[in-house]
């Protein structure tokens, strides 16, 4: 054992005596030889950035190319399973796995070109996403994380579902943004190689035993600022024209129109969001020029979007205009003395569920962005911290005896309607369809939500009280309401589950990714970030393969 120690010591300083820019590979080369770090290659981006007036300078960026991994996992029987969901030699499982899966795609898109250049390989095309977010990283600025996976590992642990393909600090594309239409030189650069090392991996990626394998991608999951930078989109939550998949805005189709005769009902996938003379630096990706391949995700739809709005609401509403909660210390009953004593009640239930939350320690004015009463209620914390408040208020609403008014009633029925749906999407032994029973079941709970979000709005709007603001997000949820209704009528089988393309658990590796990235020395952050994440990925790996 000292033998080793010793050897792998005189290794390592025989590094110092090399120069500083060769010092992170040599050093990456004897982790691979050691069996510490899994044995990927790391190739460089090359791009001319506008350096000074008239000067262009020549930046390298180090990327994990997509064909590369999935080649390593394909060939590997302990590994592969992180795509195929079963171990390689288990052919039967995974054949019969991926064929069921494109048998229910066909349902959802029967014009993808998959069924037409893989007709016959439909049992070896892995269904794969690219997500994408900005972590914190040095001095808190933002690091962008772009990342992809298989989508046959859905509720699997981050770092046994996702793989890295780079990452990029800040000060690397940040003086560089000309606006979401205009794009950012840097990223673009970055999204485009993705989408040439896709493509490759579309073409086939050779897996052990002779097998060929095709990476299929069916869409970009992540927050809507990503989703813009992705495709330079001029549709989006900050413009005008707030949707990318309908042409709803805020002067002549209504996104706050929630009937079922709304304008924008007529306009699904009429146009693409993005300019048409400039194509998205995913164009080369099979499937990425239709808008659909632009995901909703449940999770900053829903608990971090409208539902938020909707739950700050309903707790300024009992404590404004309804008088609930009444303060036994101060007899003033002002609304800021009604929400420390609603507080109290949450912290109480919290106690009793042996629950917590992250950032929401306690209701004020500033926290629910309720300073005056002209003020629309809003908040800012984390979708965790919504779902507790959400259960919470359906406990106390339908528990606690107190006269059940109509405005009462109507808000427990969207609470009850949004949690159940969440409850479907993500609790389902199918996390990535639904057949025609949970169909009705999900058009039904969010049609809850839906209903009671615009019908407080409009009732206490008529009473002169600013609550229950729509925002775009609650018409985005809209869409998943409509996709449901459509499905219902045609008679599919089988529909796009909103849990599907849903982040709570890539928004943990955008965390893991992160925190690798604040280790790093600022100077070297990408390649550093990329090594220590292939050194931390090999051993969570082989920890889940002796488990």
């Not at 998959?114 to 690219?130: G, S």
């Not at 690091?143 to 509720?155: D, E, F, K, N, T």
């Not at 024209?241 to 706050?256: D, G, Q, R």
Request: charged content about 25%; proline content about 5%.
């Amino acid at each position: 054992m000292w033998s080793k120690q010793k050897v792998v010591l005189q290794e390592l300083g025989s590094l110092a005596d090399q120069r500083e820019g060769n010092r992170g590979r040599a050093f990456a080369s004897l982790l691979k030889k050691r069996g510490l770090m899994l044995n990927v290659p790391v190739h460089p981006v090359s791009a001319k950035l506008p350096f000074r007036k008239k000067r262009r300078k020549k930046v390298d960026h180090p990327v994990i190319d997509i064909y590369d991994m999935a080649q390593f996992i394909l060939q590997s029987e302990q590994f592969s399973e992180k795509l195929l969901n079963h171990p390689i030699s288990n052919e039967e499982d995974w054949t019969a796995a991926l064929e069921t899966f494109w048998e229910k795609w066909r349902c959802l898109e029967p014009w993808n070109k998959v069924f037409e250049e893989h007709a016959n390989d439909l049992a070896h095309c892995i269904p794969c996403m690219l997500h994408g977010d900005e972590g914190v990283g040095h001095r808190r600025k933002p690091i962008m994380q772009i990342s992809w996976g298989s989508l046959l590992r859905v509720g699997k642990n981050s770092l046994q579902r996702m793989f890295m393909y780079t990452s990029c600090p800040h000060k690397l594309y940040s003086k560089y943004n000309k606006g979401a239409a205009h794009g950012n030189f840097v990223l673009d650069r970055l999204f485009k190689e993705f989408a040439k090392s896709a493509y490759k991996a579309y073409n086939g990626v050779p897996g052990k035993g002779e097998r060929t394998f095709y990476l299929v991608f069916l869409g970009v999951a992540g927050d809507h600022p990503f989703q813009t930078k992705v495709y330079r989109s001029e549709r989006g939550h900050l413009h005008l024209e707030i949707c990318p998949h309908c042409l709803a805005n805020t002067y002549s189709v209504p996104f706050e129109d929630l009937s079922i005769d709304a304008l924008w009902r007529k306009t699904l996938f009429q146009a693409v969001p993005w300019n048409r003379h400039r194509m998205p630096p995913l164009a080369i990706m099979p499937g990425a020029l239709d808008a659909r391949f632009i995901r909703w995700d449940l999770m900053h739809m829903l608990p971090h979007g409208a539902v938020r709005t909707f739950v700050a609401s309903v707790v300024c509403m009992m404590c404004g205009p309804l008088d609930m909660f009444e303060s036994a210390w101060d007899a003033s009953s002002s609304k800021e003395a009604r929400l420390e004593e609603a507080y109290s009640h949450f912290q109480s239930w919290l106690t009793a569920k042996g629950s917590h939350v992250r950032d929401l320690k306690e209701f004020t004015v500033e926290n629910l962005g309720w300073q005056q009463n002209r003020s629309f209620p809003d908040m800012t914390c984390k979708a965790a911290d919504t779902t507790l408040l959400v259960q919470w208020l359906i406990d106390f609403i339908s528990t606690v005896p107190f006269e059940r008014t109509w405005v009462l009633c109507t808000a427990l029925e969207g609470l009850e309607g949004v949690d159940e749906f969440c409850r479907l999407a993500y609790s389902s032994d199918d996390r990535l369809f639904w057949n025609q029973t949970k169909q009705r079941l999900g058009k039904c709970y969010l049609g809850a939500f839906l209903r009671a979000y615009v019908e407080l709005a409009a009732y206490w709007h008529r009473a002169g009280w600013t609550l229950f603001k729509l925002v775009p997000k609650l018409h985005y949820s809209a869409h998943w309401h409509e996709d449901l209704r459509l499905s219902l009528e045609e008679g599919n089988a089988w529909a796009l589950s909103p849990g599907a393309f849903s982040t709570p658990i890539l928004e943990d590796y955008i965390g893991i990714s992160s925190r690798i990235s604040r280790t790093s020395h600022p100077s070297s952050v990408a390649r550093t970030t990329i090594f220590k994440y292939l050194v931390e990925i090999r051993k969570a790996w082989s920890a889940d393969v002796k488990r």
